[in-house]
């Protein structure tokens, strides 16, 4: 087991470990928005580097494009637009290699070492002229500005999510963090999301690749906003090295804690990004325990997350606990529901509402009480075994509705 | 292939056919509520009598003694109350089989030979005396009353919902028809309907049971509202046999147009019940052609009809056909979505947005035009083969937030 009190949260994002510099500007991708809407991250030195995409079929043309240059394991730099999905355009492998292009112009770093993404609307033309423009912009100002970088991937996103943690490997410090955009279009397997993970742990390009494989399962794969997986997911984390540990080319203490570092961070963007899911007032946290396989407890986690009644509830902060056992039935998974016990649990205490799958008496003032906080656990045991998960979501409000009810306009 | 031409609609609901009379009231299930929660279905005779009932592993009480009491083939009444869905509640089915002796108490009919359904809140305690009070009133109003027994089933539900058609077995006047609830907690297999269908076509236990459970997958089984499958959804068909056709006892042309006018009946329920889903402004139908397999189809239109984005967007009248590809490419089902192409078809026309995968110029002001209308066809060509499939959903809106925000009080 990991100690995880030995890692340390830190600020600095994508800019905490050594030798890594971010920015991100408004080079104009669409002429009614004033945000930032194109972020460049650069590595001092070349890394190990791995990814994981989205499982729709339709994927947009920058994941082409990253899954080209990180077939060799390495890569030195990641470029990614907002304002624009460049999915399902004529063009689209034209312009993502033409981004990578433009950072090897300015940056130096070579064209087939650039991870690129991009988030936006799909199938909407592109041009490549906006960012040829704000280029030198973007480059000349690398430095240590995760910040800017977050905010200009950022999408519907409401809050800027980054992250970054310190470890230590043998005695040597290691430093690795991230940043994410959520909000909209989010389903596992993937959500709709995009996260940059840098750390200058030494690591080999296979064992880095494992690390965000296995993570990925317990983290991104377990939020879900509203059940449309993107056509644009991507994970990547890049791994420089300039920390000076023993490079892990293997399984062992040293890959579990680096293994605990990245889930640390990739939690907590995980959290960021369920809280601020489109129109989202509440984190859920679905805490699933008790289950006789460990499919099961994901799967059930998963429904109950996604239940649009359970969400719909939670926005009004009604104890009505039958959508969620409604969710757990219908999950697909094996499950005795009459053994199934339902808590809600916030800051404001905690209400227990089902035991052995059918209600039992608690008082409507304190489950509203503890619901009307805006991070709320929704504890499921199901008393049947000795395995647990953990998936996050968010609530259904009349604000995702106003937000996706017209989105390109 | 079935002349659909020589099924003719009629009005009437569960009372078109010969020897069924029917009744709702309002008993008190809910002290708060002034609607009919109390509804009767009587036939004259025994009936042949087949149903489907929910996949959700949590079932309401109901549908455990329904189950039994159709498990020799035949029933003679329908008993469903609404305001309590008589889900996880400890003596549930004691209270379900309350109510079919006091169908048997009065009206004769034995409570073996009784359907019972509830629909409302899950795991609310639950009291047979509203019911023991209002019997009388329910029995002795028993007549062409399909429109009061609709009204009794009927939750978050805006308008009734029923359909009724006559058709001929070998020169032999049929009737069939019937009456649903639908509204929220509704989704594949199959959505939170109570569907009540009478005939009086003459046929067995074994092929009524046939032609229900194959009409379910191309009727209920395409419907969704809002994701969530419910604990309660029953669809059950009697058929009494007094129109005197010879019965009905294998497959051929008598089947064949048997099948051809339930489905009739289902697939207009099915659109009623997908156009009146909770906060819904539009009937959604996504109709799938040049599918590879059969599978295929049902799995792409039931994965655009389900994509929340899409939802959202149809709200809005936003013809953003980037979620529909999405939701094509994250269905599960093997897709070349570079073969792909999509328009949106309403009473104001039609508006073709993407061939091959790819976006098409179109005007964006005939498309909302086209997309303000109230029933809506999204049409998607996967060209890749014969099959076809229809999937009917509606808007997501911010009643569909406001009413499941809140239900319960």
Known sequence: MINYTEITAIPGGVCAARGFAANGIRCGIRASSKKRDLALIVSERRCAAAAVYTANLVKSAPIRVTREHLADGYAQAVICNSGNANTCNANGVEIAQGMCALVERYTGVPAFDVIVGSTGVIGQPMSLEPMERGMAELASGLGDNSN?????????????????????IEGVKCRLGGIAKGSGMIHPNMATMLVFVTSDCAITPQMLQRAVSEDVKTSFNMVSVDGDTS???????????????????????????FRAALHTVTVKLCRMIAKDGEGATKLLSCILSGAGEPETAKTVAKSVICSSLTKAAMFGADAN???????????GADVDVEKVDVSFRSRAGQVDVCKNGAGIPF????????????????????????FSAEAWG????????????????
């Open 321 to 331: 606990w039958g959508r969620v056992l409604c969710a757990i039935g219908y999950s």
């Open 148 to 168: 800017l970088a977050e905010d200009a991937i950022m999408t519907t996103d409401t809050v800027p999510k980054e992250a970054a943690v310190e470890f230590e």
């Open 231 to 257: 056509t644009n997911d991507t994970f990547a984390v890049m791994a420089n090295g300039m920390a000076g540990n023993q490079v892990i080319d293997s399984k062992g203490a040293d890959f579990d804690i």
């Open 394 to 409: 968010c609530d259904l409000t009349y604000d995702y509705v106003k937000i996706n009810g017209d989105y390109r306009t």
């Open 363 to 386: 008082s409507e003032e304190e489950a509203k009480r503890v619901l009307l906080e805006d991070e709320i656990d929704i504890l499921v045991n199901l008393n049947d075994g000795d």
